[in-house]
């Protein structure tokens, strides 16, 4: 079995200096198309969506997922249920999916990247299962997820991504986003480890008045790699973008950060802001980190900033006045980026991938306390949905009889 060299993943639509070595990630992933496979493609209006890791990570995977999953979410209706793509890496297994939320409606995407077990699919309903030779390959075991939307005019989109891989293991996210008039876009991306972690995702806000909030935050320790290529087309009037990155990286953790927003000429009233947090707890941490604003147009707001520093001698006196270490202080930093993944998990699978990660990283017993709790946060809200289901009844009820 042959390995797969992609080259130039990540490419930021503006590049820097080549010397800085942060213009592109290269990775090597295992290679496990058969030539006498059928492989069933999307629609072909995916094929004009820009993907966050480029067209290299899209050939991968088109050439790797045995089939492309398809969903429709009908105008005007809210589905309850969330559209899972979950990919086990031991699995080495590749998931291609084209997502379409028709007009006013509303959904729920999760992406669910975990290590799961060579000998077992698990849970993950994806693309591929080449398990058989993994051990064949020089490369390391590599889960990947290709994922294509469109939002149409004022539907609603809650995407959660959930990325949490062993060591030894890989994982490639690549998300491509096309926003129509007044559709709101909300995305979570957690990012909990593994050997590699390349993640990208490109919005093209294309009607007016459409919105994108974005929240990354990620965690990096041991010699983990964590490439992150964000990029905002802003096409559409009065269109608004957030972007807000946050990290803690520890030991030898290297990450680079692309965070761009390029506001096209034409997008009148258009608003971006990007913003990253970096909690730096390691002496041979290496992180870099590229905010770049892309202006063709006048009348428009473009800011960003990064703050990157470790913890101040000032917050670790006052730690230390109440019985806290160093160590115990930089830790509460790490438990509280797992304590929100695993809140903020919004399924079975994901939420399994927060918890995993965090026992990996903090411990048994911190991790099930997070999950209970999570748990009891989860039975007081659907408490308090059925009381006031129940109130909202007996007032119609009420009411009908008063105008009777």
Known sequence: MDNVLI?????????????LRA????????????????YLPLPRLFERIECGMGQEVTDYVESQAFKSDFYNVPARTKREEPIVVAVSAAQNQCANTGII???????????????GDASDGGDAPAGNDANDDASASDALPTSAALTRIVVEAGAKLYLIEMLGVNEGQQHLESVGLEIHQNAAV???????GGSTIGLGLTANLVGARARLDLNNRYHATHEET???????RMRGTSTRAQLTESGVLNEAAKKTLRATIDLVRGAKDAQGNEIETVMILGDDVVNKTMPVILCDE???????????GSVSPEQLDYLAARGLSRQ????????????????????????RVAVERCEAELGAEIAHDYDEAAASD????NSLAASDGRDSSAEADSSKGGVA
């Open 7 to 19: 080259d130039r993943a990540n490419v930021p639509a503006a590049q820097t200096w080549n010397r």
């Open 23 to 38: 213009n592109s990630l290269s990775v090597t992933v295992p290679n496990h198309a058969d030539a006498g496979t059928v």
């Open 101 to 115: 939320v028709r007009e006013g409606a509303e959904a729920t995407v999760v992406i669910a990247a975990f290590a």
């Open 186 to 192: 909300d995305v979570k991306q957690y990012a909990l």
């Open 226 to 232: 964590l490439d992150i290529n964000h990029l905002v």
């Open 298 to 308: 006048d009348d428009v707001a473009g800011n960003h900033g990064a703050t990157i």
């Open 328 to 351: 115990a202080a930089e830790q509460l930093f790490i438990r509280a980026l797992f304590e929100d993944a695993i809140i903020n998990a919004p399924e079975e699978i994901s939420h």
């Open 378 to 381: 989860d039975a007081a809200g």
